[in-house]
């Protein structure tokens, strides 16, 4: 009897199968906003649990019956914004004009970045004044001295010091703002040196998007990295190989779609349209009898997304707005049961 037959498994999609450069994502496109607010957050995967939620759905067959809803358990602890970053756009691409830290600095921050012991005679205000008025500053690094800039972002870091992770370094990234260069400049000087909580960033039913690394796992053979089919058992060679390397006029040379061995895991992937089920701030709520299996117990504001998300427990997951989302801000469905027993034993 023949064989049956099937096209290759391994997507082509995510070239080349490299490992991320640092533990956490980093944002390619910002999406845009009229609301001079922050466009994006970052928080903790802690792990799973499941909901009882009310089907507000009006097209739906089970509308106004309780749904099973798997969920994913963000903790997401305050940003805080230590430095303005002012972009100009050139021929060239985006230029950093200028910087403005703040005043005073957490003492975690210093485990990240090496800290400037000279003080500035002005203020950051005035200093942010100047560039926003187009005035001339004097600036260490070599980079264009026009002060004029097209938009701006907010440096921000975790703290992680606050969860029970048990790591106290924190992560350092850009956050876009929503609005016009006006806007934003008065958002990023009202928020300069100060938290920024999940609240201020997100609200309950909308869509948004993460941005994550998956788990690592090793060095893996071609038919879990690729997911190419077992071969005959009277094959001469190993089973788990490919049949073919490619083309014998090409001798000495493999075609880089061949599926190998190598290292599998740790790549930075991008999840579109996670919808938000609830953004709570009391995690007993939440908060499994013996914490979530291996991170703990949530402290802070926490975020619940419907689904999975790609990541280990503990990673930093970078949350945004979608940028290309199927639908507006609806109504969060009710939701009548949120798990809470052991998950020790799974």
Excluded at 123 to 130: G, L, P
Excluded at 284 to 313: D, H, M, R, W
Aim: with cysteine; net charge positive; charged share 25%.
């Amino acid at each position: 009897m023949p064989r049956a037959r099937k096209p290759r498994a391994g997507s082509m999609q995510f070239w080349p199968r490299v490992r991320a450069r640092q533990s956490y994502a980093r944002i390619r496109t910002w999406p845009t906003g009229k609301e001079a607010k922050p466009l994006g957050f970052a928080g903790y995967k802690a792990g799973m649990t499941h909901l009882l939620i009310e089907d507000n759905s009006v097209n739906s067959l089970s509308k106004g019956a309780d749904i099973f809803c798997p969920v994913t358990v963000i903790e997401c602890p305050p940003l805080k914004a230590f430095s303005i970053r002012f972009y100009k756009n050139t021929q060239d691409g985006l230029k950093l004009v200028s910087e403005s830290p703040a005043s005073h600095l957490d003492k975690e921050i210093e485990r990240k970045i090496i800290k400037s012991k000279k003080k500035g005679k002005e203020t950051v205000d005035e200093r942010a004044n100047d560039i926003a008025s187009g005035a001339k500053l004097h600036k260490p690094h070599e980079l264009s001295h026009s002060t004029d800039f097209d938009f701006l972002r907010l440096l921000c870091h975790t703290q992680p010091k606050l969860t029970g992770i048990g790591k106290s370094k924190p992560e350092i990234f850009e956050v876009a703002i929503g609005g016009d260069k006006e806007q934003q400049m008065a958002y990023a000087k009202e928020k300069l040196g100060n938290e920024i909580s999940i609240s201020e960033v997100f609200k309950e039913g909308q869509m948004i998007d993460t941005h994550s690394l998956t788990r690592g796992k090793g060095f893996q053979g071609p038919m879990k990295r690729f997911g190419i089919q077992l071969r005959h058992h009277k094959s001469e060679k190993s089973r788990r190989n490919p049949g073919t390397l490619g083309s014998w006029r090409a001798q000495g040379q493999i075609m880089w779609r061949v599926a190998h061995a190598g290292k599998m895991g740790y790549h930075l992937r991008t999840e579109y349209n996670k919808w938000i089920m609830k953004i709570g701030n009391k995690a007993e709520e939440i908060n499994p009898k013996g914490g979530f299996v291996n991170y703990g117990v949530v402290k802070n504001p926490y975020v619940l997304l419907k689904g999975s998300v790609s990541g280990a427990q503990k990673r930093m997951i970078r949350l945004i707005d979608s940028i290309r989302a199927k639908r507006s801000i609806s109504e969060p469905p009710p939701i009548t049961y949120i798990s809470t027993e052991s998950k020790q034993g799974n």
